[in-house]
């Protein structure tokens, strides 16, 4: 049986917490209808009669430090079975910000879309076949808002508009929903306007936020303290490959092969598993430890890298630019005339430049993430190298070139393949922290080489 959270690879410990959350809020949602209905049958969550009762709603939260939240004991028509140990185990209950945390690839937004389908759901359970969850997981549900930073950060402007709708009674009768995508690239007037929301919520909006951690730097001291937190791991080998066999239809070797390749990132291996491309540019990075013969050599492959991450995210975000720029002309209309057609064309011209400015963003960002995914790979390389140099008992990352990595250990040693692997961490380490690709890259080169 598959339902909403079925894809959560390898976090079992987070499917039981929101699972047992989705169940409280079930729960709330039966007690706000009956409150307003009287002693009327549990009409489930879509009587728009419960709307007169927001308030009590709201004071039946359990704050994310308040051991003695009421939960739903109370409500006589709590029936799942599922709502009644929420008030002997007060922290699994409901709350209104939640955040996500985990390494990339380890399935944080899929968590909080799970989470928002199953707060959706007619069953209150995340069932994977009711219309609140077949939208939710779709993203076409009224009440739920996903938000994914295609630039470098996420603006004030945006949250703000999207705090205002947020706060609006939900269409469904359930819930509002918020899901942001990299909370952690919140520009800091944006993550005020959050902080406002999620310290006075209204009485049915859900805040999911996804961030690789918790630290301040991530995410702020004061919206992680409004939050409770559902930390993933980051999903071993042998479950990523299951996933990809069971849901993708891939072959057993195959699977298992990107399963590994990937290091636990679900969304990586499926793409080395499906795409001969992303093969293609694989097999060109882990090739690099091997050219690197000289300073010229070193140069040429941090070149390369930097090109090759760069015509990977010109190809990613092409046919989004065109698409975007052909339907912001179609909306602007060609021509005008008359009164305020002036005026339509100047503000036709910011439009457009509004529109390159994010679509330049967004670039950025993909190439970044290009880059970051050819260093997680060689990193991995020099990982294994490591691991046979200490005669590690565990398997390598990239069973392809586990021979080459092998001699790497005998030349380097531990300490050498230490050094390198430092060299590429550093290098990653570096551009997250705004030092140019190219510099940073041709540091790591010299260091790959020199050892
Ligand atoms: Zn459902």
């Given at each position: 049986?598959?339902?909403?959270?079925?894809?959560?690879?390898?976090?079992?410990?987070?499917?039981?917490?929101?699972?047992?959350?989705?169940?409280?809020?079930?729960?709330?949602?039966?007690a706000?209808?009956?409150?307003?209905?009287?002693?009327?049958?549990?009409?489930g969550?879509?009587?728009?009669?419960?709307?007169?009762?927001?308030?009590?709603?709201?004071?039946?939260?359990?704050?994310?430090?308040?051991?003695?939240?009421?939960?739903?004991?109370?409500?006589?028509?709590?029936?799942?079975?599922?709502a009644?140990?929420?008030?002997?185990?007060?922290g699994?209950?409901?709350?209104?910000?939640?955040?996500?945390?985990?390494?990339?690839?380890?399935?944080?937004?899929?968590?909080?879309?799970?989470?928002?389908?199953?707060?959706?759901?007619?069953?209150?359970?995340?069932?994977?076949?009711?219309?609140?969850?077949?939208?939710?997981?779709?993203?076409?549900?009224?009440?739920?808002?996903?938000?994914?930073?295609?630039?470098?950060?996420?603006g004030?402007?945006?949250?703000?508009?999207?705090?205002?709708?947020?706060?609006?009674?939900?269409?469904?009768?359930?819930?509002?929903?918020?899901?942001?995508?990299?909370?952690?690239?919140?520009?800091?007037?944006a993550?005020?306007?959050?902080?406002?929301?999620?310290?006075?919520?209204?009485?049915?909006?859900?805040?999911?936020?996804?961030?690789?951690?918790?630290?301040?730097d991530?995410?702020s001291?004061?919206?992680?303290?409004?939050?409770?937190?559902?930390?993933?791991?980051?999903?071993?080998?042998?479950?990523?490959?299951e996933?990809?066999?069971?849901?993708?239809?891939?072959?057993?070797?195959?699977?298992?092969w990107?399963?590994?390749?990937?290091?636990?990132?679900?969304?990586?291996?499926?793409?080395?598993?499906?795409?001969?491309?992303?093969?293609?540019?694989?097999?060109?990075?882990?090739?690099?430890?091997?050219?690197?013969?000289?300073?010229?050599?070193?140069?040429?492959a941090?070149?390369?890298?930097?090109?090759?991450?760069?015509?990977?995210?010109?190809?990613?975000?092409?046919?989004?630019?065109?698409?975007?720029?052909?339907?912001?002309?179609?909306?602007?209309?060609?021509?005008?005339?008359?009164?305020?057609a002036?005026?339509?064309?100047?503000?036709?011209?910011?439009?457009?430049?509004?529109?390159?400015?994010?679509?330049?963003?967004r670039?950025?960002?993909?190439?970044?993430?290009?880059?970051?995914?050819?260093?997680?790979?060689?990193?991995?390389?020099?990982?294994?190298?490591?691991?046979?140099?200490?005669?590690?008992?565990?398997?390598?990352?990239?069973?392809?070139?586990?021979?080459?990595?092998?001699?790497?250990?005998?030349?380097?040693?531990?300490?050498?393949?230490?050094?390198?692997?430092?060299?590429?961490?550093?290098?990653?380490?570096?551009?997250?922290?705004?030092?140019?690709?190219?510099?940073?890259?041709?540091?790591?080169?010299?260091s790959?080489?020199?050892?």
């Amino acid at each position: 049986m598959t339902d909403v959270f079925g894809d959560l690879v390898g976090q079992d410990e987070a499917v039981a917490t929101l699972r047992h959350a989705a169940a409280s809020a079930a729960a709330l949602l039966r007690a706000a209808t009956l409150g307003a209905a009287g002693a009327g049958a549990p009409t489930g969550g879509g009587d728009p009669d419960g709307y007169d009762d927001l308030d009590a709603l709201a004071e039946q939260f359990d704050g994310p430090g308040d051991p003695d939240g009421p939960g739903v004991t109370g409500d006589p028509g709590a029936t799942a079975p599922t709502a009644d140990p929420v008030s002997a185990d007060p922290g699994a209950g409901m709350t209104h910000a939640w955040i996500f945390t985990g390494p990339p690839g380890s399935g944080r937004s899929v968590a909080a879309r799970a989470f928002a389908a199953a707060l959706q759901c007619v069953h209150g359970t995340g069932c994977g076949r009711c219309p609140g969850c077949h939208t939710t997981l779709a993203g076409t549900h009224a009440d739920v808002r996903l938000v994914v930073p295609e630039g470098l950060s996420i603006g004030v402007g945006e949250m703000r508009a999207l705090v205002l709708r947020a706060a609006s009674t939900p269409s469904g009768g359930r819930w509002q929903i918020v899901i942001i995508e990299d909370a952690d690239r919140l520009t800091e007037a944006a993550g005020n306007a959050l902080l406002k929301a999620v310290e006075e919520p209204p009485p049915r909006t859900v805040f999911l936020l996804c961030a690789p951690s918790t630290h301040p730097d991530d995410v702020s001291v004061t919206i992680r303290s409004r939050c409770r937190v559902v930390p993933l791991r980051q999903p071993p080998a042998g479950a990523v490959a299951e996933v990809l066999v069971r849901r993708d239809g891939i072959a057993p070797d195959v699977a298992e092969w990107a399963a590994a390749a990937a290091q636990g990132h679900v969304g990586r291996a499926r793409r080395l598993a499906r795409d001969p491309e992303a093969r293609q540019r694989r097999d060109a990075v882990l090739a690099v430890p091997r050219r690197l013969t000289g300073v010229g050599a070193a140069f040429d492959a941090a070149s390369a890298l930097i090109e090759a991450a760069e015509a990977e995210a010109a190809a990613s975000v092409a046919e989004a630019d065109e698409a975007e720029r052909a339907a912001l002309q179609t909306a602007l209309g060609a021509g005008g005339t008359g009164r305020g057609a002036a005026g339509a064309m100047r503000g036709a011209a910011g439009q457009l430049k509004d529109l390159e400015k994010r679509q330049k963003s967004r670039a950025t960002r993909a190439q970044r993430d290009a880059l970051d995914r050819a260093l997680v790979d060689l990193a991995g390389f020099y990982r294994d190298a490591l691991t046979m140099a200490l005669r590690a008992p565990v398997a390598p990352v990239h069973t392809d070139t586990a021979t080459l990595a092998a001699a790497g250990a005998q030349k380097w040693d531990a300490e050498g393949s230490l050094r390198r692997l430092e060299a590429v961490l550093e290098c990653r380490a570096a551009i997250e922290t705004n030092v140019k690709p190219r510099i940073a890259v041709e540091a790591m080169m010299l260091s790959l080489w020199r050892g």
